[in-house]
T-cell receptor, first 108, second 119 residues
Framework: GQNIDQPTEMTATEGAIVQINCTYQ??????LFWYQQHAGEAPTFLSY????GLEEKGRFSSFLSRSKGYSYLLLKELQMKDSASYLC?????????FGAGTTVTVRA | GAGVSQSPSNKVTEKGKDVELRCDPI?????LYWYRQSLGQGLEFLIY????????KSGLPSDRFSAERTGGSVSTLTIQRTQQEDSAVYLC?????????????????FGPGTRLTVL
């Protein structure tokens, strides 16, 4: 089975840093994905990790530890437009299994 | 090029009616996926197409749900005798040919979804 956990909500101040954790227990694994979804819109791809370590892409970074079944998404220099839901997903061959998503609210 | 498109964007129907949801994937993407997103829930996998065949239908919640894909392109998801618990956003995604293995991935591109409300 698939079990993917992430916090439901997080709030942070504009300009700050927020870290969204994701833990997973899945029957297969070939990568950990993060997607961003603004309210009423399609999820959009943010990052992909298949090896342990940190992947940095501008203000966003994603970390993976396969032995711990753990990932995090780090959002730096938060902007109001970063208010969205962030979805953690585990890839198993062609299939993605998603967590319930973390709603991040950025306040001025 | 154009992204994944879905129609209608919103559908309100009465309990017991049938509905058809349409997905137009990105041109050249042979893999197509349907997901369901209920309020406060994660995306729930429904079905996967590779070309016109569906090797994985394991996520379809009941035999009221069916999907087909023609010409390796457009897909329709049909829900018969709709129930109130079917109310959700139905998302379609497409990707280049699916591959397995730990060193490759194919990003899934999502459409905007169809919001289905069953009264």
């Amino acid at each position: 089975g698939q079990n993917i956990d992430q916090p439901t909500e997080m709030t942070a101040t504009e300009g700050a840093i927020v870290q969204i954790n994701c833990t997973y227990q899945t029957s297969g694994f070939n990568g950990l994905f993060w997607y961003q979804q603004h309210a009423g819109e399609a999820p959009t791809f943010l990052s992909y990790n298949v090896l342990d370590g940190l992947e940095e892409k501008g203000r966003f970074s994603s970390f993976l530890s396969r032995s711990k079944g753990y990932s995090y998404l780090l959002l730096k220099e938060l902007q109001m437009k970063d208010s969205a839901s962030y979805l953690c997903a585990v890839g198993n061959d062609y299939k993605l299994s998603f967590g319930a998503g973390t709603t991040v609210t950025v306040r001025a | 090029g154009a992204g994944v498109s879905q129609s209608p964007s919103n559908k309100v129907t009465e309990k017991g009616k049938d509905v058809e949801l349409r997905c137009d994937p990105i041109s050249g993407h042979t893999a197509l996926y349907w997901y369901r997103q209920s309020l406060g829930q994660g995306l729930e996998f429904l079905i996967y197409f590779q070309g016109n065949s569906a090797p994985d239908k394991s996520g379809l919640p009941s035999d009221r749900f069916s999907a087909e894909r023609t010409g390796g392109s457009v897909s329709t998801l049909t829900i018969q005798r709709t129930q109130q618990e079917d109310s959700a956003v139905y998302l379609c995604a497409s990707s280049r040919p699916g591959t397995s293995g730990s060193s490759s991935y194919n990003e899934q591109f999502f459409g905007p979804g169809t919001r289905l409300t069953v009264l």
